[in-house]
């Protein structure tokens, strides 16, 4: 079983981490997928590194497993972040377009309707990346953050991305890209570290978060992961549960229900959290003061009729 870190040359919040990790001892060449991309092997690290955008290469998981012969059980990914704030941050997030229809085309990549398995590692290298960034004095320059659920490429596998905004200045940061190296490198057993984030199916009977509705950066679901020992899965910002006003839509005088992809959103999410956390509890938390009361009663409903558990703060403790 190997781990996949992923990186571009393209962005200097890619490549400049991927550099930095490729600092640390142990590395030597491995094999290519193609002329394009080269890969670098450290005992069951393999870092790729390509020349395309981070979210253009597809099913890169099951590409190395055609042609290596090696069983991939995680994906890391190293990227820029960007935000309308420019705040320099450091984000973890798992990736998925769960609320797009078929024949949408994903502005980040991905596959409309699909969510990758979220890693289990989020939760908890969310907390260590914090510990790291304050250890080299990134904190409170740098906001340590979760983000919301979004953008692809498309694997099957148990991913993340990890993320360096939010401008060009930031982007190119030294101290950020070695601080993002250090996670890896510490989250992953390496240099003498004990693992981070592995989740055990015997061991880890645990309550995993489902993040449902609020901001991109998750406010009231981080108040919860920043706790030891929370496990999270995926993250549904309020824009990823398209949501139709019943009022908005009546055929011959009575409502026709609530419309959008919403359902569908969080029946993928659900599925694809579930998958990462064999034996885990999954519990739906929600962001009430997101939601006009329509939708926190409809999403209420959704849940209570497909057995997916709701979770007060307290249920995670």
Do not use: C
Request: aromatic share 8%; net charge negative.
């Amino acid at each position: 079983m190997v781990t996949l870190i992923v990186a571009t040359t393209t962005d200097p919040a890619s490549i400049n981490p991927a550099t930095a990790l490729l600092s640390m001892p142990g590395w030597l060449p491995g094999p290519s997928l193609s002329q394009d991309m080269k890969s670098f092997t450290n005992q069951q690290l393999r870092l790729l590194q390509h020349n395309k955008g981070i979210v253009e290469e597809d099913d890169l998981d099951r590409r190395w497993e055609e042609a290596t012969g090696e069983v991939v059980d995680e994906v890391i990914f190293f990227s820029k972040h960007t935000a309308v704030s420019n705040r320099p941050a450091l984000t973890v997030h798992p990736t998925g377009v769960p609320h797009l229809r078929e024949g949408d085309v994903p502005p980040q990549g991905g596959r409309p309707g699909w969510a990758s398995p979220p890693s289990p590692r989020i939760g908890p290298w969310l907390r260590l990346l914090k510990t790291i960034a304050q250890s080299h004095n990134l904190v409170p320059e740098f906001e340590i953050t979760l983000e919301g659920t979004h953008h692809g490429p498309v694997t099957s596998k148990p991913t993340l991305f990890l993320e360096i905004g939010s401008t060009d200045e930031y982007w190119k940061r030294q101290d950020a890209a070695h601080v993002m190296a250090l996670l890896v490198w510490q989250g992953l057993g390496l240099g003498g570290f004990d693992a981070v984030g592995n989740w055990n199916r015997e061991n880890d009977k645990k309550k995993v978060l489902l993040g449902i509705g609020g901001g991109h950066y998750a406010p009231r679901h981080m108040d919860i992961v920043v706790q030891d020992g929370i496990w999270v899965g995926h993250l549904l910002s309020g824009y990823s549960l398209p949501m139709e006003d019943p009022s908005q839509s009546k055929v011959d005088g009575k409502t026709d229900g609530i419309g959008g992809t919403w359902r569908e959103a969080i029946k993928v999410a659900f599925e694809a959290t579930r998958l990462a956390f064999p034996g885990g509890e999954i519990l739906a938390h929600l962001d009430h003061k997101s939601f006009k009361s329509w939708q926190k009663n409809a999403i209420t409903e959704f849940l209570s009729q497909h057995d997916i558990k709701i979770g007060k703060p307290k249920d995670f403790s």
